[in-house]
């Protein structure tokens, strides 16, 4: 038998068709929905007068436009209201099971899914959302797709798809001190840019990975799409499993026995090929930060920036409009440069690991007062949990108040917009011109990097205060 | 539902030499509120269109009349970022029918595909050539044949292959719609349920 590679395995178990010269036909287990790309999608059912194929393998909850205060109020955005409003109306008309605003189980979607056993190791997922990547955590093959897609996978529980080409990323060593997971994929693509994954679906493997909580995975699969891979995952094992155990949807009784002997089998055999690997040194990683207006424009926080003259024309351009659209000097230091804006959360960092890391490390201490700090938990049951474990407490004795949960100043399609020329360290994963408002510049980081700002003002190595 | 045919396509095109041209820039996130397909063309790059006061940003290419046509010529690595094909739509509904980029992101060419805006894919080499021609003249005109899978710069003649997947290439040429498609495979598909089951 051949050898097969992690994602050989998901993908070839899932191929219901091969088209001739064409892309597969992949069984898709879960379909993930919210408001902003689904609409479109269900205008199309309605159109052809078709109904959900798979209501039940599909899950939906609005997150993206939701505000982040007062919930239990009527959306105030009458355009946000109404996608809103539709998402409930199209669930509603097709069966699909809803995590309405204001329901226990309500967050963003891909912070949903694990915590309620939605994502399975060994299952495809999909999401009109590119951070769909993040369930590969488990050992998924998980992907972002557009919303004709979207309208297709509710159409048929499937999705055409080329085969994407294989890469193995692997850290190997002991992470320094104050080194998240979100360092790692901001190291990683700092070093083969914002599209050096394109046309690949990604493995992470190594000590350095394997060593994460599942939350930290997550994170970094999470990520898989700024450097433009489709997906990038992790083998599952025994954290895999105990995180998984006992959650709503997961398995259960013998099914969950029978689950986990499958499960056990989904691992990269020995000697298979993949199209690209990469190592790096885990110990070489540092708290990271980015600079400019996409991901891979990243360095070690404590790094001088390149002036500009090692660039090759393109990418000197590009550096150059970059740094200019940030208002930042080439060859200048990060450290000691001030910021206006934190925000934790989003689908990359805004779980209760995150808040944890977050709150006992501002704990005792005072926030910055000239700072604006957003503290947005990922879900429902983030809120909950950080109450229930009194981090709420410590965050408001420190100056901090958490809000409510959605993807909030991350896309910034709701009130939480970071004013034009102001700077934001974000726990986020994009960095682009206005991501977090117009004329907004951001730093992507950690949460300790991003707590450490919070307590000083300006970027501040976490390393520092530890 | 048939997406628009597209066999050749011969017009000018509009350069937009950028590398990274993020799908944030094509359509911001403020401007995904809409719960239909349509208009989005009115605020394709809208941050790089119009200033804050919403006053039209001169030196932007869309806003000089120098350059027209149906062809967008971007930098590499062109609709990176998120997978909202609100960006496609918007690049189609702003009256684009293809784009030319050295590097496409993955899902923005999918999205692309599926709704008639083709992608065309050339090498750097080519792609200067391309906007060194529409800096000597921004009349010049670009022929694109999607059967014979070809761009070629009618000013000097000069041609290149592009890549498409055959699948692909038989739905634009023919206005062929995937789900269609999938709805016929019903059968196989709940055959594959049964076995897994």
Redesign the interface.
């Known amino acids: 038998m051949s050898k097969k590679t992690l994602f050989d395995k998901v993908w070839d178990s899932h191929v ?2 091969q ?5 597969s ?1 992949v ?1 898709i287990d879960r379909h993930l929905v919210h408001e ?2 689904s ?2 999608a269900f ?2 059912l309605d ?2 007068g ?1 109904k959900v194929a798979r209501p039940k393998q599909t899950f939906a909850t609005p997150d ?2 939701v505000p982040t205060i007062d919930q239990h109020l009527t959306i105030r ?1 009458v ?2 209201r ?2 809103v409003e ?1 998402l409930t109306k199209n669930c509603e008309n097709h069966g699909v099971t809803l995590f309405g605003l204001n329901h226990p189980w309500q967050g963003v979607v891909h912070v949903v899914g694990p915590e309620l056993g939605i994502t399975l190791p060994g299952s495809t997922m999909v999401c ?3 951070h769909t990547s993040t369930h590969g955590a488990f050992g998924a093959v998980a992907f ?6 979207v ?2 996978v509710l ?4 999705i ?3 085969k ?1 080409k294989k890469m193995l990323i692997e850290v190997n060593g002991k992470l320094g001190k104050g080194v998240t997971a979100k360092d790692i994929i901001l190291y990683i693509i700092s070093k083969i840019s ?2 050096g994954g ?2 690949y679906f990604i493995e992470f493997a190594g000590s350095a990975i394997t060593s994460l909580s599942m939350e930290g995975r997550m994170t970094l699969c999470n990520m898989s799409i700024e450097m ?1 891979a ?1 997906g990038g995952m992790i083998a599952p094992d025994e954290t895999t499993f105990n995180y998984v155990k006992g959650r709503e949807f997961a398995p259960k009784g013998t099914d969950w026995d029978k689950a986990v002997v499958y499960w056990k089998t989904l691992k990269t055999d020995d000697g298979a090929e993949f199209d690209s690997v990469i190592r790096y040194d885990g110990g070489d990683i540092e708290p990271m930060i980015t600079y400019g ?2 991901p891979g424009m990243g360095c070690k926080i404590s790094d001088t920036l390149p002036d500009g003259s090692e660039f090759a024309d ?1 990418n000197k ?2 550096f150059l ?1 970059a740094l200019k659209y940030m208002d930042i000097e080439p060859g200048s230091k990060m450290l000691g440069r001030k910021i206006d804006y934190v925000f934790l959360g989003s689908c990359t960092n805004g779980r209760i690991e995150d808040f944890r890391t977050f709150a006992s490390f501002v704990k005792g201490k005072k926030k910055d007062k000239d700072t604006i700090v957003w503290l947005v938990p990922g879900s429902k049951q983030v809120e909950k949990q950080c109450i229930e474990e009194g981090i709420d407490k410590i965050l408001n004795e420190a100056g901090f108040e958490l809000r409510q949960p959605g993807c909030s100043a991350c ?3 709701n009130d939480d917009k970071v004013p ?1 020329g102001k700077y934001a360290v974000a726990t986020s994963n ?1 960095n ?4 977090q408002g ?2 907004s510049r951001t730093f992507l980081a950690s949460p300790l990097t991003a707590a450490a700002a919070a307590l000083t003002g300006v970027i501040t190595d976490p390393r520092e205060l530890m | 539902m048939a997406i628009d045919k597209f066999i050749t396509l011969e017009s000018p095109a509009i350069p937009l030499p950028i590398e990274n041209v993020d799908t944030d820039q094509i359509i911001p996130a403020r401007f995904l509120k809409a719960t239909t397909r349509d208009g989005f063309g009115e605020n394709l790059f809208r941050d790089w269109r119009y200033d804050k006061n919403n006053n039209k940003i001169s030196n932007f290419v869309l806003n000089n009349s120098t350059y027209t046509g149906k062809i967008l010529v971007g930098g590499r690595n062109f609709g990176s970022g998120s997978s909202r094909e609100h960006a496609a739509w918007a690049i189609y509904d702003y009256g684009f029918k293809v784009v030319v980029s050295s590097f496409f992101a993955d899902i923005f060419k999918n999205n692309s595909l599926n709704n008639g805006l083709l992608p065309v894919q050339v090498s750097e080499g080519f792609l200067s050539k391309i906007y060194s021609a529409i800096e000597a003249n921004p009349a010049t005109k670009l022929k694109i044949d999607l059967e014979n899978q070809t761009i070629t710069l009618l000013s000097s003649g000069e041609s290149e292959k592009f890549d498409i997947n055959p699948y692909k290439r038989t739905c634009l040429m023919n206005g062929y719609d995937d789900i269609d498609y999938l709805l016929n495979m019903k059968d196989k598909i709940e055959a594959f349920e049964k076995s897994k089951a």
């Open positions: 219901v068709s088209i001739e010269g064409g892309p036909v069984y902003v790309t609409p479109q205008a199309g159109k052809r078709i993206h436009n955005d355009l946000s109404s996608q539709t009109g959302d590119s972002g797709i557009g919303t004709s897609e309208e297709m159409a048929t529980q499937c055409m798809q080329p994407p914002a599209s394109t046309g433009g489709r207006t996409n393109n351009t590009t409009k896309l910034a399609m034009e994009r682009f011109e206005g991501r117009p004329g």
